[in-house]
C-alpha cells in the first residue's frame, strides 16, 4: 500500500483566498508530481520534481506554484484562486532507480472548489 | 511522446474476462508498456506493466503483441469492484513523462 498522503481531501474557497495544497509521501521517493484532473477528464501534468529544490513545470500551464524543500513534502499553492481552479488534484510519486518506467504512487488526492 | 488509443468505454459482465486493447502503432523499442486504473472518486493506482513478454500479476494479466504495437490488458473475472478507467501508458527508461489519455471507462455489470 502507498504511503502518500494529500490534506485537505475536500476543500471550499472564496475568490482571491491563497491556498496551499498538503502532498507528503514516506517512501523516500525522490520524483513527486502533481497532477490536475477536472472530473471525466484525462489527468494532465502541471508540475514535478526530481528531487530537493528541483522543481519543473508539467504540459499544462498552470497558476499555481510547488516548492521541495523536503524529500517528502510538495506543497502547491495557489496566491489567488478563482473559480478556473476549480478542480481535483493528485499528488505522486515515484522512486529514482534503474528499474525502467518506474511505477507511480498516487495520492487520495484534493478536490478544489472555488466560488 | 508515443500516444495510445483505447476504446472510450466497454461493458462486461460480473464474473466473466474482460479483454481492455490498447493501440500504440508508434512505440518505440525502449518504451515500457505500463496500465493504471483509476476508481471512482480516488487516484490512478498501478495495474501491471511489460515490455515485450506476457506478463501475469495478482491484478491482471498483460498481452503484447509480437510487433508491440499493441497490448491487451486481461481482467480473468470482472467483479463490481473493477469498474474503473483504466489507462494504458507508455513509458520512456529515464522520463518522468505519464500522459495518460483517456482511457476505458468499464462497467461491470451485475
Known amino acids: 500500500e502507498a504511503d502518500i498522503y494529500q490534506t485537505p481531501r475536500y476543500l471550499v474557497i472564496g475568490t482571491g483566498k491563497k491556498i496551499t495544497l498538503e502532498c507528503s509521501q514516506t517512501?523516500?521517493?525522490?520524483?513527486m508530481y502533481w497532477y490536475q484532473q477536472d472530473p471525466g477528464m484525462e489527468l494532465h501534468l502541471i508540475h514535478y520534481s526530481y528531487g530537493v529544490n528541483s522543481t519543473e513545470k508539467g504540459d499544462l500551464s498552470s497558476e499555481s506554484t510547488v516548492s521541495r524543500i523536503r524529500t517528502e513534502h510538495f506543497p502547491l499553492t495557489l496566491e489567488s484562486a478563482r473559480p478556473s481552479h476549480t478542480s481535483q488534484y493528485l499528488c505522486?510519486?515515484?522512486?529514482?532507480?534503474?528499474?525502467?518506467?518506474?511505477?507511480?504512487?498516487f495520492g487520495p488526492g484534493t478536490r478544489l472548489t472555488v466560488l | 511522446d508515443a500516444k495510445t488509443t483505447q476504446p472510450n468505454s466497454m461493458e462486461s459482465n460480473e464474473e466473466e474476462p474482460v479483454h481492455l486493447p490498447c493501440n500504440h502503432s508508434?512505440?518505440?523499442?525502449?518504451?515500457?508498456i505500463h496500465w493504471y486504473r483509476q476508481l471512482p472518486s480516488q487516484g490512478p493506482e498501478y495495474v501491471i506493466h511489460?515490455?515485450?513478454s506476457n506478463v501475469n500479476n495478482r491484478m491482471a494479466s498483460l498481452a503484447i503483441a509480437e510487433d508491440r504495437k499493441s497490448s491487451t490488458l486481461i481482467l480473468h473475472r470482472a467483479t463490481l469492484r473493477d469498474a474503473a478507467v483504466y489507462y494504458c501508458i507508455l513509458i520512456r527508461p529515464g522520463t518522468y513523462k505519464y500522459i495518460f489519455g483517456t482511457g476505458t471507462r468499464l462497467k461491470v455489470l451485475a
Open positions: 517512501m523516500g521517493h525522490d520524483k
Open positions: 505522486a510519486s515515484s522512486p529514482t532507480s534503474g528499474r525502467p518506467g518506474n511505477e507511480q504512487f
Open positions: 508508434t512505440i518505440s523499442g525502449t518504451d515500457y
Open positions: 511489460g515490455l515485450t
